[in-house]
């Protein structure tokens, strides 16, 4: 899909014997999505500010020779006006636009430390965008805050961004000695158009870790699609192929070093469409007319070799939820109104195995694996038209080699909840 995978597939190659049919075809296709154009970098504090162009922009962030030094790179992408790369330091938190085309913004061997609070925020906005982390490290005293959108779509910003986005964090350490929070979304659509929308999104041999603090908290939510439209809205994704992956992961809140510490707690929340619609209008204060809708597609989420872990003692309650769930409508009417979800027909899979869910340490203790094939909710007052419709499909859901356990003095609840649709 991307430009980059052809140029460097063909940079790659130890012969160079293409036809020259092939050559031609490899040429325009790198013609056609040629990385280009010019970001705008600039520290703002400790935050170091990105802003892409229209064009389709492919950047590297790479470590400089100290923590929070990062050599910004562009490939074939100026940085501000120039060729060469540019160095800077003190970087605690990351701010990136990309804008239109297809960018690529890879993080690879960063290394970010905070005495505070870090927080890295990247959109890929229009085109079909690579996001990554690789090899990166980011630490915080407070609170770690990491954020990547394939793209935010409005009716009249980003709408019609075929959005295919790969969004990727390999190898990589989110740690904080009291919150982490990880956020992947392929895109969210506020009444506008999508027209793909089939998004890779990896978690992939990676450290998320709260521990050595009072508190200890790690939220990750990864999202296909969120589509949400209110009164008046129309917002429409199209065949949203999503691949998610969860696998060979360490997701742990512990307070092993403070054994006064009130709560630790640790919450994945794994979600493949998402379609959330109510008829009010928020502008007018009155009811009109809201629909969201994904196209067919056949989608998958793995979770493997992933471990969820809260272990230390402490005087209040530890926690571990897993949340997978396939395809979501939420639709609320409004008299006189008509507001409908649909999310089209597909072969969906959701696979968990050899991982485990586990929670220790406090007087109560609990763990929970709940997966829903289809999570839906209608409501709507007398003289409201409401509708949620999801496809057909032969959909699947595994669980394998998965323990999941709770233990403590008072009470332990270990749970698999369990809906398929
Ligand atoms: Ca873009
Ligand atoms: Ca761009
Ligand atoms: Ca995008
Ligand atoms: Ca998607």
New binding site residues.
Partial sequence: MFCTLARQSRLRSPRRKVSLFRQANLDSLEDRCVPAGNVQVEPVGTTLTLIGDDLSNQIRLLPGSQPNEIVVQGDDTTINGSADSQVFNGVESLFGHLLNGDDSLRLIGVNISSETFSQIFVDGNAGDDRIELVDTSIHAAGAVDLQIY?ERVFQGFASGTS???IIRIQGSSLTANAFVSVRLV??TNDGGV?T????EITIADSNIIASEGFVHSVTVEI???INTSTGGQTSI?GS???RITLSNTTILASSELFNFSSQNTISVNIV??FNNVNAFNPNTFEGDDASAS?GA?NDTIAVTNTTLNVRGVNFGTSQTSLTIVGDRNYVSGFPNDTSSATIGGGNDSITISDSSVSTTGAPSNGSLVEIRGEDIQVAGPDGASTTSTVGGGNDSIDVENTPISAAGEFAGIGALEHTSG
């Fill in positions: 394939g959005g295919n986005d392929g895109e999508v793909g929308g089939n998004d999202f296909g699609d994704i949203g192929n999503d493949r469409d994904v597609g």
